[in-house]
Every structure is written in C-alpha cells, then in structure tokens.
C-alpha cells in the first residue's frame, strides 16, 4: 500500500513555470519587460550629458532621474485601480501610448531647448512605464501556478537587462559618442565670450538626445498596435471588477510581509539607479575616463546583471527567496563599502560588481511580497510600483553629495564621489534585513 502511495506521489507532474498554451501571450508581456529596460538605461547617461550640456550641477543634472521615477511614483495607484476596472490588456494599451507620447514630446522640447520640457517628456514617458509595470508584473504572476509565480517573474524580468543593453549601447554609440568633445571648463568660456557658438552647439548636442527617442516612440507605437489586436487571456480573478478601495488597501496595510516589501523595494531601486546612474561620474571623477569609456563600464555592469539574473533564477530552484536575497544583499554592502574605500580601478570594480548581487532583488522582493494576496494583488502591485519612487529621490540626494567638498574621516580623506555612494549601502542594509526576516520571520507562515 505504501509502495503504490509513493509511485503515485512520484507520478504527479511538477507544476510548469509557463504552462501550455500561453506561450505566445507570455513572450508577447515579456517583450514588454526588455522595453520599459531600453527606456530606462538609455535615460541613466542623460544625467552627466544634460550637466556637460547645459552647465548645471549634479544635484540639478540628477533632476532627470527624479522626474524619470517620479512617474512611476504618482502613477502607480491610478494605474492599478484602472487595471482593477478594467484589464491588463487595457492597462498595457494606456501605458503603451503614454509611453510613445513621452517619447514623441522629446521634439518639441529639442527646438524649446528647455530643460523642464526634457523633464516633463521623462514624467510623461514614465506615467506611461507605471501602468506597464503595473500590469505586466502581475499579469506575469497569474499566468501559471503559484508555487511558479517567484520563478515565472525572475525569468521574464531576465530580459528587461537585455534592453537595457541595447539601450546603453545606443547611448555609447548613437548619442555620447556624436556629443561636442568640448568639455565643462572650455563651454563655460564660450557661453560667456560666445554666447551664440554656445547656443549652436547645445543644440547640436539636444538633437543627438532627441532622435533615439522619436525612434523610440515610432517602436512602442508599433508595439500599441499588435497588443491592440493580440487576444490575450485573461487571468483569474479578472472578472472581479468592483472596487473595494478601503478594505484592500486596510487588508494591504495589515499584512507586515507586504508593507516590508514595499520598503524594501523603494531602498532596493534606490540602490539600483544609484549605482548605475553615477557609475559614468565615478569612473571620470576618480579615473579620468572619457564619458563613452565610462559608459563601456556601464555595460560591462549590466552584462554582470544580465549573466547573475539567470543564475540566480537557476539557484531558486534549491534555495528559499529569502535566504538568498540576504546573501545578496551582505555582497552588494561589502562591494559598495569598496567602492566607498578603496581607490582606483579596484573601487570602480567593485561598484561594477554590486550589479551581480542586485539581479535577483527587484522580482524576487516583488514575489515575496505579493504572495497569496489573491485579488488584492493588482493594487498591491501599485504599492510596490510606486516603490520605484526609491529612484526619484536618491540619485538628486547623490548628486547634492557629490557637489560637496571632500570628506575627512580623520583616518582617510574621502572624496565627495566615492564618499556619495553611502546612500547605497544603507539600502542594501534594508534589504538585508527585509531577506532575514522573510526567511525567519515570515517564512512559517508564507
């Protein structure tokens, strides 16, 4: 009787991570992944190319990166409770055409030559990026078994990486490569002995920035279009359109494994856009790089990521979420308390290196903390988009640092680059302590 027990416990199939007949539905989402991954590492250079280009600060330059984020921030919520209204599909459409828009707005902000216009089209854009986020993410989720769910997420989001390769490639070869050569020192002489050559070559430069970004918004058109006509299916629990607004977001705010994530999430974007926005400043601040030869290290960083995603995803398979996050999140302390302290080239390693300890953490928090939340999913996944809102405070905070004075320690002096990456570190103690308590405090129940 025994026997027959185990042969049968041996013949049930293990769950599919992407079960039969949604294949196309699902490479067709996760597409989506690798586009909203283009817009946001062709954007990260843009930081220190607006400073060369229009004579401003760090903290003024890093204003692209709040105005990139804060979209995803003031969009989430709006983006889940039409989704809740509505469907993913239509969440998708709306955010693929706020997408294009975003992008298209690019023009008219080149002949303005303004730079609050260049914001406002990254606000835009990244309204359009939240209800993609907020759709797909889910979308992903309920596409299969639950005990899949954390996997199916880190697979699709593996390819988000690989647009943002593309992205940095088009920004190292389309637009740093093709920028007047003339440096920070040489164009403020000009703006002051030659305002009209100063005025000609900043729109020389704007130019260059906006072509990839009409061409960009001619492709996510393109993408409206055949999202427009594909039959997508619909997940469980998408027949439930009413809105219980106050009673999900009350189950939302008592449930500690959710809100935890949600905090960890905004630390861990935090990190994230930190260490790749200013890897370009760190390299030409601390090395003396050229912009293109530092974007080189950007991709080399984003190569890592790409590499430890699937590794990582691989390594789900034996290890809990948790556990593994906190290993991850201890690397990703000690690489940035090098970049912090140790000088060099050795310190731009290993801020290329934090890239292989975040690859897991941005799908894995989100699984985590989405678990067995059934319906209530779809808004808290606002939560966790409006978590991006980490990304639009940051790098400005960052940039405030880096426009400060060297540090002393008394034991070392610390310049105000390297000393700039401690917004950083503290996020990874967030995480850490987000993994922990996943593993051993939430674990028995989730």
């Not at 599909?89 to 997408?99: D, E, N, P, R």
């Not at 005990?147 to 992205?167: C, I, K, W």
């Not at 630390?267 to 530092?294: D, P, S």
């Not at 999140?329 to 731009?348: H, Q």
């Amino acid at each position: 009787m025994a026997e027959a027990h185990a042969s049968k416990v041996e013949a049930t199939p293990k769950p599919r991570v992407i079960p039969h007949g949604i294949l196309w539905s699902f490479i067709l989402v996760t597409f989506l992944f690798s586009l909203w991954g283009f817009a946001n590492d062709i954007t990260n250079p843009m930081v220190a190319a607006f400073k060369n280009i229009l004579l401003i600060s760090n903290s003024e330059s890093a204003l692209v990166q709040t105005a990139f984020y804060g979209g995803y921030c003031v969009m989430a919520f709006p983006a889940a409770l039409f989704i809740k209204r509505f469907s993913y599909k239509t969440g998708i459409l709306l955010g693929l055409a706020l997408y294009a828009a975003g992008c298209l707005m690019f023009i008219p902000s080149g002949w303005m030559m303004a730079f609050w216009a260049f914001l406002l089209s990254y606000f835009v854009m990244t309204c359009g990026l939240s209800f993609l986020e907020t759709s797909a993410n889910p979308y992903i989720l309920a596409m299969g078994p639950e005990e899949t769910a954390t996997r199916r997420l880190n697979f699709a989001q593996s390819f988000n990486p690989m647009g943002s390769l593309v992205g940095m490639l088009v920004t190292k070869n389309i637009i740093l490569a093709r920028l007047d050569k003339t440096d920070e020192a040489g164009r403020r002489v000009l703006r002051e002995t030659a305002p009209d050559q100063f005025a000609a070559m900043c729109k020389h430069d704007l130019d260059i920035i906006v072509w990839p970004y009409l061409l960009l918004g001619l492709v996510v058109l393109a993408m409206f279009f055949v999202f427009l006509v594909a039959r997508l299916p619909r997940s469980k629990g998408e027949e439930h359109t009413s809105l219980d607004l106050g009673q999900t977001l009350l189950r939302l705010w008592r449930n500690k494994k959710y809100v935890e994530g949600v905090v960890a999430q905004t630390f861990y974007v935090g990190a994230q856009i930190t260490c790749w926005t200013f890897i370009i400043q760190y390299a030409e601040n601390e090395l003396g790089m050229a912009k293109t030869t530092a974007q080189m290290w950007n991709m080399v960083a984003m190569a890592i990521f790409v590499s430890s995603r699937f590794i990582c995803t691989f390594l789900l398979k034996y290890f809990s979420p948790g556990g593994l996050l906190l290993t991850l999140a201890l690397g990703g302390f000690g690489l940035t308390a090098g970049t912090i302290f140790v000088k060099g080239m050795v310190g731009l390693y290993c801020l290329i290196g934090v890239s292989a300890c975040m690859s897991l953490m941005f799908p894995t928090i989100y699984g985590i903390a989405l678990k067995k939340l059934g319906d209530d999913a779809k808004l808290g996944a606002a939560g966790l988009i409006m978590a991006i809102g980490g990304g639009a405070a940051m790098p400005y905070l960052q940039g405030w640092i880096m426009d400060m004075d060297a540090w002393n320690l008394g034991f070392m002096t610390l310049s105000s680059t390297r000393a700039s990456f401690v917004l950083p570190l503290i996020c990874f103690v967030v995480i850490a302590i987000f993994g922990f308590r996943t593993s051993n405090v939430h674990g028995h129940k989730y």
